[in-house]
């Protein structure tokens, strides 16, 4: 039952995968793709989990926490970048 | 390899395996079929996130049921529920630098735009802010 399960959540983590992956290519702005790329992160954060998940391995929980963190520190300097034209002073 | 689990364990982690999938999914079809920034902005930040709480949890549950507890797992849920806001908030603020409140406005509002002369003609520049 867990198997089933964790092969309907896998599918629908990889379909919105696609699903941002368009967002990403096709949006009309560039704050659009911003959050595509944050959205992106997230995800891969869940497919991270789900194959720990299916694998019984502890080791990819400390590189889905390392990607959280990778992702919303990438969020930040891209957001301050679209609003002042800097990352930093 | 998940037969060591009691039933209703199992039951517990399929759920919330299940709903944390439909979770990720519907926020990522908000993110494709909204039509304004402001509005996209909600389904991946709220939706997404709600998504993979809920599959953390059924981790948390499984490791649980094998007899090992990990603080990396509930460190990823409470770092991810700390940073969507922020990184969320970053974003619109972004956003309204660049272009200015809301263009797109609300289906409702769309439909008192083309009734003709019901809708104020300012409804279309205040945007979201008059869409209850």
New interface residues.
Partial sequence: ??????D??????G???V??A??LIRGP????R???L??LY??V??LL??F??RR?T?LL??A??LI??LG?VS??AL??Y??RGDVMD | ??ND?PQSW??V???A??V???F??V???G??RFDD?FM??HS?TKA??L??GS??L??IV??AG?G?W?A??V??GV??FI??P??AS??A???L???GPSSAGTARQRAMDGDGGQGQPEAANEGSSRQD
């Fill in positions: 039952m867990i198997d089933l399960a964790l309907f959540a896998l599918g629908c983590t379909l919105s995968l699903l941002v368009w967002r702005e560039r704050v659009d911003v959050l595509a944050d959205t997230v995800n954060v869940a989990i789900l720990g998940l019984d502890m929980f400390e889905a926490l959280a963190l919303f969020t930040v957001a301050r679209l609003t | 390899m998940w689990l199992q039951i982690v399929s759920i395996l299940v944390g999938g439909l990720v999914l926020g990522a079809i993110l494709v920034f996209r902005l991946p997404t996130t998504g993979v599959m953390l059924a981790s499984a490791g094998h090992h990990s990396s797992e460190l990823v770092f991810l940073t969507a922020v990184s970053l974003m603020k972004a956003a630098h660049r272009r």
